[in-house]
């Protein structure tokens, strides 16, 4: 019978058949077991709001609390804070200025990432308040002493542990929320201190129920158990107590139980790595009423589905069979050699709309193919005439220089001649057109006109020394390594000042390797900007190579490229006494292979 009914008939009576058959028979199953199963349907669409609205709340609220937490830790980059809480504050100790700068520094970090933190204290080894930070002078009357709860607990935390907990002050008369944390060290897990963070009770509830949606009831707890926070006073009894396990917790979002003869919806997770609870009661009255509603909505469904599948089975032949033929006579245009042949694409995406796309995407990539052979053929023609502009321009102007060092000869002024040999030399090795690679000393010899010529710009301004090993000179480099370095000496060290400036230049082995050293007594660099220059130096670059500056990250990256993330340079600067740049590259010589 199945076959009677679509292998003679045409390709629109198929689509009438089979939208029937296919449609009708799953419909009338559907809808004898979605009234049986619409308890359970209903109950995982709830669940499923509920546990939307769980993992954001959870993942927001922990990203609050994970800042805390992370403004905490980042002590560990304060050196001087944390030697200030193992071992005391001594106020005859010459390094004080610079301890109170990095509290100061320190305050400001965690304020500027938490402004709902009003007050930092600061607790070491021993428990004794080192420092503290006030937002308002108001809150300096804060004192973390015997009267606040868990006072002795919270400054003795173990390893990876935090506490929190509000209470009221008496002497402010304000509600606080409390957070603390004890420091250790990562390796040896010996105690530092404890820091403490105080925040108001207002800006954490508000920070709390501006993602909460009434009627539900947030409660927070602390790793001991203690709710620190409770929308109200509704289903104490429902939210279990929490004691945080040494054992690894899962944040998992989506641990959400029905509770109450599933009149309540209950939703736990865990923050802070597992520092905090989070339960979330989620009222859930109307599933009754949407149990009720279920079986109308069925009915009503399924004779609207019908009359739908009836109209539909009516037009859509018309809708797949019309887009078929087009693409048929498309494709004999195409047999025909009319490449130009495209079909207007429907808005809609179908798999008919994706045959046609597919259709446009072939011609256009075939148009695509043939003008881009073209335009192939044409560009290797013109890189070969720009290629043999090249080889003249450099050629033109290195005989030109020479014409007139010849010229200076016969005038009798032979610092002229020399000054047209060194720029000749610097032109012949730039516009080299052999191998990129070169030796330190054919580098050298280049730095030294260079140097020549900025010596008669500079007179007795500048000196230079070299100190390299003769056994070093045959060592391969790739080319231009040395002459953008002392380039930005006599730039940065000449440019702005009018006293003399030494610049030494030297190279020594250093087992497998071989190190360049520039070091000047120039001006330094100051400490922001030597590290966001070697911070530069240690970030890869995407963007080295767009254009033709050859700068410090450029040399950087391209000695990286040649021989590997273990060479490269480093700069080492102090204001007001110079600064050192060591180039790092592998011993080889010239025409040996580096591995």
């Known amino acids: 019978m199945i076959k009677r009914l679509f292998v003679p008939r045409s390709i629109r009576a198929k689509i009438v058949w089979s939208t029937v058959l296919i449609s009708l028979l799953p419909l009338l199953i559907l809808s004898f077991l979605f009234y049986r199963t619409s308890a359970r349907s209903l109950e995982q669409t709830m669940i499923r709001s509920s546990d939307q609205n769980a993992e954001y709340l959870s993942g927001y609220l922990n990203q609050y609390f994970h800042n805390i937490s992370t403004s905490a830790l980042q002590v560990y980059g304060f050196e001087r804070i944390t030697n200030m809480m193992k071992h005391g504050v001594s106020y005859n100790d010459p390094d004080v200025l610079n301890l109170n700068e990095s509290l100061k520094n320190y305050y400001l970090l965690v304020q500027n990432k938490n402004l709902d933190i009003i007050k930092i204290m600061i607790y070491g080894k021993d428990n004794k308040l080192e420092d503290s930070w006030s937002r308002a002078s108001s809150y300096d009357a804060i004192r973390f002493e015997q009267s ?5 607990e919270m400054l003795d935390l173990p390893f990876q542990h935090t506490m929190m907990f509000t209470y009221s002050d008496d002497a402010l008369h304000q509600d606080f929320f409390v957070y603390t944390i004890t420091i250790y060290d990562p390796f040896y897990r010996e105690k530092f201190g404890t820091l403490v963070f105080y925040i108001k009770s207002t800006a954490l509830a508000k920070i709390v129920e501006s993602n909460n949606r009434p009627p539900n009831v947030i409660v927070l707890q602390n790793g001991r158990g203690d709710a620190f926070y409770r929308t109200n006073g509704k289903y104490e009894g429902i939210v279990q107590k929490y004691v945080r396990s040494d054992q690894a917790v899962s944040p998992d979002p989506r641990n959400i139980t029905f509770a109450k003869n599933k009149d ?13 609870a989070l339960t979330i009661v989620y009222p859930n009255t109307e599933l009754a ?24 089975s009516l037009l859509a032949q018309q809708y797949v069979t019309r887009p078929i033929q087009r693409l048929g006579r498309a494709m004999k245009a195409v047999r025909s ?3 130009h042949m495209t079909l207007k694409t429907p808005k809609h995406r179908d798999d008919l709309s994706e045959l046609t796309r597919n259709f446009n995407f072939m011609t256009d990539k075939i148009r695509e193919l043939i003008e881009t052979e073209y335009q192939a053929q044409l560009r290797n023609k013109e890189a070969q005439i720009l290629a043999l502009q090249m080889q003249i321009n450099p050629h033109f102007l290195y005989n030109t ?13 032979y610092e002229i001649h020399e000054m047209c040999r060194a720029l000749g030399d610097m032109f012949r090795y730039s516009f080299y057109e052999g191998n990129l690679e070169s030796t ?10 260079y140097l020549y010529l900025q010596q008669l710009r500079f007179e007795d301004l500048l000196l230079t020394e070299f100190d390299v090993d003769a056994s070093l000179m045959d060592c391969s480099v790739i080319r231009f390594v040395l002459q953008p370095m002392i380039e930005n000496v006599v730039i940065h060290g000449l440019g702005k000042r009018e006293r003399q400036l030494k610049l030494n230049v030297g190279a020594f082995r250093e087992q497998d390797d071989v190190v360049i050293e520039l070091k000047d007594d120039g001006p330094g660099i100051e400490p922001a900007r030597l590290a966001a220059l070697q911070s ?24 990286r490229l040649a021989y590997g993330p273990a060479y490269g340079l480093t700069v080492d600067s102090e204001a007001g006494a110079g600064t050192r740049v060591a180039i790092r590259i592998p011993y080889k010589k010239r025409g040996t292979e580096f591995v």
């Open 536 to 559: 530069g130096l240690e970030r890869r670059s995407y963007e080295v190579f767009s254009g033709v500056s050859i700068g410090l990250k450029n040399v950087h990256e391209r000695i």
């Open 264 to 276: 309540l919806l209950v939703g736990t997770s865990y923050l802070d790595d597992a520092n905090i």
């Open 440 to 449: 330190i000393g054919q580098e050298l010899a280049h730095v030294n006109n």
């Open 289 to 312: 009423r949407n149990r009720r509603n279920t079986l109308l909505i069925t009915i009503g469904a399924l004779l609207f589905v019908m009359a739908v599948i009836s109209l539909f």
């Open 401 to 413: 220089l020479q014409t007139i060092g010849g010229k200076a000869v016969l005038a009798g002024d």
């Open 148 to 152: 606040v709860p868990n006072y002795k």
């Open 337 to 339: 050699g009319n490449f």
